[in-house]
């Protein structure tokens, strides 16, 4: 949840009884979570509860494992960094149209010496023609 503005946070909810710890773990090892989401147990006996890691950052991997004396369960939260493209879009859209247009500009000259080249050619037989 969040932006790249305001930061970003990741949410874990867990179920299981007896009551899972969670625990936040990336590269660098385990981080503090915030646990103060609210506890509750439903009808069935499972208690759910839920952790909050705060800054979390794009291009890294963060795990939440939950486990209790019955077993253990993960998932995994990897936040994509912004795109390339989305960076250089708006700063490489100038240099397209510009390249676009030296493109257009090199072929019409082509097709103009080609053309002044075949007028040329039909003047000159012409000329020997009428001479013989």
């Given amino acids: 949840e969040g932006t790249e503005a305001s930061g970003f946070k990741a949410v ?3 179920q299981g009884s ?16 915030d646990t103060s989401f ?3 147990q439903e009808a069935n006996g499972q208690y759910r509860a839920s952790s909050q890691l705060l800054d979390v950052k794009p291009g890294h991997q963060y ?6 004396s019955l077993g253990k369960d993960q998932a995994t939260l990897y936040l994509l960094p912004p795109s390339p ?4 879009t708006k700063s490489s859209f100038p240099l397209l149209v510009l390249l676009l247009a030296l493109a257009l500009g090199i072929k019409l000259l082509l097709a103009l010496g ?3 080249w075949v007028i040329k050619r039909r003047f000159n037989i012409r000329a020997i023609n009428v001479e013989h």
């Fill in 12 to 14: 874990c909810h867990v």
């Fill in 114 to 116: 080609v053309g002044a």
């Fill in 63 to 68: 795990i939440c494992a939950a486990s209790n």
């Fill in 18 to 33: 007896p009551l899972p710890d969670v625990q936040w773990i990336e590269p660098d090892g385990v981080r503090e979570g």
């Fill in 38 to 40: 609210s506890l509750s």
């Fill in 85 to 88: 493209e989305s960076l250089t």
